[in-house]
């Protein structure tokens, strides 16, 4: 867990516990579809996004809940600061509100073909599941589709899969958009209504999240 084991009064702070629980979800997101590729693998079905593509990222603004604005705000305090003061905040602000950035999302950086997420560990659950998950039908079924920029596998001869075609071909379904999607909504039910865009909800995330650290001080044998 990139989040560690210090500062322990922190994680027992409602913001450090959401933090924790979304982590979990992420987690189970990953296991998910690295088990689908693997399944598909097995039947000789090759699933991956192409070298270098980062197609997903150009001209995209994540909109993001605000246990997303700030799992994304520990993230950066922990990785891009050291919390020695306003500057380093400061910094980060600047980095999040940056006009020269030609991409709506401040994260996403071109001049990295394949690594175009400066973020990428704490990437939001829309960026997560893009690609490799399912959606649901109106008649409660599931339907994958592989990304446009994605070839089409050896072994499959269709691009749009329901779950008869997913079972015939592959043998497992990847992980459904929705059931994640509304775990995350049941960690804070109380701002499941408050999703802006991530440079929008970044910046208070940060500032919230770097007050609570503040008042949660370093362990002294933390390693």
Known sequence: ???GQHRRTFWDTAAGQQI???DLIFRKISEAQQSFIRQAAQHAIRLTCPPGCGACCHGFMPDVLPVEADYIAYFLLSHETKLTGEPELSRIFFLVCAEDNPSPCPFHDPGRPGE???IYEARPLVC???GFSSTQTKRSGIVYRLCR???TPQGLAERTLGREALMRSIGAA???MSGFAIEMLAIDPSRASERRPLSEALPPALARIAASLHYC???PNAA
């Open 116 to 118: 175009n997420c400066r």
């Open 20 to 22: 924790l629980t979304l």
């Open 128 to 130: 997560r599941l893009f």
């Open 149 to 151: 920029h994605m070839p």
């Open 174 to 176: 990847p992980p459904l």
């Open 217 to 219: 001080p370093e362990e």
């Open 1 to 3: 867990m990139w989040h």
